[in-house]
C-alpha cells in the first residue's frame, strides 16, 4: 500500500490539481505525495480524498494520523467558516432598522467573542480572512460615526482597534464583560464541535 505525505503549500499561485481551484476559492492548499506521485490540492478536496481514504496510511510530517485526528479534520471543514457571514449587511430585517449604535455594538462583540476564541480559547471558527474583513468593517463603522462609537457598550476596550490584532482587547473587558463574552465564545465552539 502506498504511503500519503501531506505538506502545506504556500505558494501564493497555486492551483488544485482536482478542481482547478486557486488559493482565493480555497482556505488551505496542500502538496501530497502518494507513492512517487505528487500533486496540490486544495482543502475541499483534501476532505473528499481524506474520506474516502481513511484506511490509507496517511503521514503528515511524519506522524501517522489516527481515527482521531481524521475525525478532528472532518469537523474542521469548510462548514465551521460558515458560521456566520463575515461582511455583516445591515440591509434585512431587523438589522435594517437598527440604529447606528446598535449596528456598532453588534460588530464590536463578534470582535470581541472572536478575539476571545482566538487569544483566550486558542482556537478559532472563522478564517484569518474572515476576521480581517470583519475587523475593516468594525474600524470603518467606528471612524465614520467617531461620535456614536463613543457611546458603545464595548468601546472603552476597542476604542483604539485597528485591526491589526486583537491580543489585548480581552484583557481591557470589565470582569462582567469577560464573563458574558467568554460564555458566549464557548457556546458558539461548543455547538460548532470545537471544544
Not at 501530497?32 to 481524506?50: A, P, Q, R, S, W
Request: glycine letters at 4%.
Amino acid at each position: 500500500m502506498a504511503k500519503i505525505k501531506m505538506r502545506l503549500n504556500k505558494d501564493e499561485d497555486a492551483i488544485c490539481t482536482c478542481c482547478k481551484n486557486g488559493r482565493d476559492l480555497s482556505l488551505d492548499m496542500y502538496d501530497v505525495k502518494i507513492g512517487n506521485v505528487y500533486f496540490t490540492i486544495c482543502d475541499t478536496c483534501n476532505e473528499t480524498l481524506l474520506a474516502k481514504s481513511l484506511r490509507a496510511s496517511c503521514l503528515t510530517n511524519g506522524r501517522l494520523k489516527s481515527k482521531e485526528d481524521i475525525a478532528i479534520i472532518r469537523r474542521r471543514g469548510r462548514s465551521k467558516y460558515e458560521i456566520w457571514n463575515m461582511k455583516v449587511s445591515f440591509d434585512k430585517l431587523p438589522s435594517k432598522y437598527w440604529s447606528d449604535k446598535v449596528k456598532i455594538e453588534y460588530i464590536q462583540r463578534r470582535v470581541i467573542v472572536f478575539c476571545i476564541m482566538y487569544y483566550r480559547l486558542n482556537t478559532s471558527c472563522i478564517s484569518d480572512r474572515d476576521f480581517d474583513e470583519l475587523s475593516k468593517q468594525l474600524v470603518e463603522l467606528q471612524s465614520n460615526k467617531k461620535d456614536v462609537a463613543k457611546q458603545t457598550k464595548y468601546y472603552y476596550a476597542l476604542y483604539d482597534y485597528d485591526g491589526s490584532t486583537g491580543f489585548h482587547v480581552y484583557n481591557r473587558l470589565n470582569n462582567s464583560d469577560k464573563e458574558y463574552l467568554l460564555l458566549i465564545a464557548k457556546n458558539v465552539l461548543s455547538i460548532k464541535g470545537l471544544i
